[in-house]
């Protein structure tokens, strides 16, 4: 995915976005924990949380 389509996902800044993905770039692809965070989904984000009045609602 593009920044563009990453920030419009998740509402994290640009800086941030290119943070993250130069960190991934520079980090080894056989590299066991990355392996095990990208490829198992969390529970928590099996519903995305909606926000109203400004506050993250449950």
Same mark, same amino acid.
């Given at each position: 995915?593009?920044? !563009?389509?990453?920030?419009?996902? *998740?509402?994290?800044? @640009?800086?941030?976005?290119?943070?993250?993905?130069? #960190?991934?770039? @520079?980090?080894? !692809? !056989?590299?066991?924990?990355?392996?095990? #965070? #990208?490829? *198992?989904?969390? !529970?928590?984000?099996? *519903?995305?949380?909606?926000?109203?009045?400004?506050?993250?609602?449950?």
């Amino acid at each position: 995915m593009d920044r !563009a389509a990453i920030r419009s996902a *998740t509402g994290l800044s @640009e800086r941030l976005i290119q943070e993250y993905l130069t #960190l991934y770039q @520079e980090c080894p !692809a !056989a590299n066991d924990r990355l392996q095990i #965070l #990208l490829g *198992t989904p969390d !529970a928590a984000t099996a *519903t995305p949380a909606e926000i109203k009045r400004g506050r993250l609602m449950p």
